[in-house]
DNA sequence: ATGGCAATGTTTCATTGA
C-alpha cells in the first residue's frame, strides 16, 4: 500500500501535474493540501476517470484539504471531532482506506513568531494530538500526512541558523511537532534514509530549488503498529521541476499492506 | 539541467504563503 501527501499550492492550477503524477505512481491514498476550491470546485471528475473518488473539504482561496483513493474511502470527518469550537479554516480530514486511518493536515504556517497567528498554529499542533488521543491507540493503523510547516531537526533545513529565528524551524514549533509525535507516530522517511538535505519545500524566489535551499516540512507519520510495516520512503524532486510546479514536493511511503 | 515568486480575488494591487 503506498500513501502520498503533497501540498499542491491550487488543485485547479495544479490539475494536469497532479493527474499525471497520480497516473504515473498510483497511490492507494493520495492526501492533498491547499487545494484552493470550495468542495463544489474540486476537479472530482478528472481524477474519477483515473479511478479515484475523492473526499474533500474545502474553503475559498486558502487552506483547503483532501483525500483521493482507488479503494473505498471510510468513515470520512471533516476537521477536528474533539466536540471543541469550529475549526479556524480547512486544514484537516480523515478517511478510512482498506483499514488504515489516514488524516491529511494543513498546519497553520504562523507567519511570524509571537504574532496571533503564530500561538493558532502551536494550538492547532496540540489540538491535533488531542484528536489522536481521542480516537486512536498507537498501535492503531494510522498515518498522519501533511504539510506540518515545521521542519523537524537541523539536517531537514539548510540553514538552521537563520530558519530557527521563523516559523517552519523555531524551537517553540519543534518541540510542538515532537510532542505530537511522541503520541507514538514515527517520521517514516527516515526508517528509511538518514542524509541530509532532504527537503520537500524550496522557495519560488532565489533559485531555491536549483541550489537545494530547502526544508523537510512535508511528513507521513504512522503509528508504531503501521511504520513496523514500512517497506520505503522518498521524496519526488522530479515533480517540483517544470513549468508552474508547486513549491512542494510529493512524499511517498509504501508499507507491506 | 531545475534558473532569480505564485495563486487568488479583494483584480491592475493586496493578501498570504513558507
Known amino acids: 500500500m503506498r500513501i502520498a501527501s503533497w501540498n499542491v499550492n491550487s488543485i485547479r492550477a495544479r490539475l494536469d501535474r497532479v493527474a499525471a503524477w497520480v497516473r504515473a505512481n498510483q497511490p492507494d491514498a493520495l492526501c492533498l493540501q491547499e487545494t484552493k476550491a470550495q468542495d463544489h470546485e474540486f476537479p ?3 481524477f474519477r476517470e483515473l479511478g479515484y473518488t475523492s473526499v474533500v473539504h474545502g474553503q475559498k482561496s486558502y487552506n483547503g484539504v483532501a483525500v483521493l483513493s482507488p479503494h473505498p ?3 470520512v470527518v471533516r476537521g477536528f471531532d474533539d466536540g471543541g469550537d469550529e475549526d479556524d479554516g480547512t486544514r484537516l ?12 493536515a494543513y498546519v497553520p504556517n504562523g507567519q511570524m513568531v509571537g504574532s496571533a497567528a503564530w500561538d493558532a498554529k502551536l494550538h492547532w499542533l ?6 489522536l488521543e481521542l480516537r486512536h491507540q498507537p498501535d492503531d493503523l494510522a498515518a ?9 531537526e537541523e539536517r531537514d533545513v539548510y540553514d538552521p541558523q537563520f530558519w530557527r529565528t521563523t516559523v517552519l524551524f523555531h524551537p517553540e514549533a519543534r518541540a510542538s511537532l515532537r ?5 507514538g507516530l514515527v517520521d517514516t522517511l527516515r526508517l528509511h534514509h538518514e ?12 533559485l531555491a530549488f536549483p541550489k537545494n535551499m530547502g526544508l523537510r516540512i512535508d511528513l507521513i507519520l504512522a503509528t508504531r503498529a503501521l511504520a513496523a510495516r514500512c517497506t520505503a520512503a522518498g ?17 511517498t511511503a509504501d508499507f507491506d499492506l
Do not use: Q
Open 44 to 46: 472530482v471528475a478528472v
Open 73 to 75: 474511502l471510510d468513515d
Open 93 to 104: 480530514i480523515a478517511a478510512t482506506v482498506r483499514g488504515v486511518r489516514v488524516y491529511s
Open 126 to 131: 496540540a489540538r491535533l494530538r488531542r484528536t
Open 144 to 152: 498522519v500526512c501533511g504539510d506540518f510547516n515545521v521542519a523537524p
Open 179 to 183: 510532542h505530537l509525535c511522541e503520541f
Open 195 to 206: 542524509e541530509p538535505a532532504l527537503y520537500s519545500w524550496w522557495d519560488y524566489r532565489m
Open 235 to 251: 521524496i519526488d524532486r522530479e515533480a517540483r521541476k517544470g513549468n508552474l510546479p508547486s513549491d512542494h514536493a510529493p512524499i
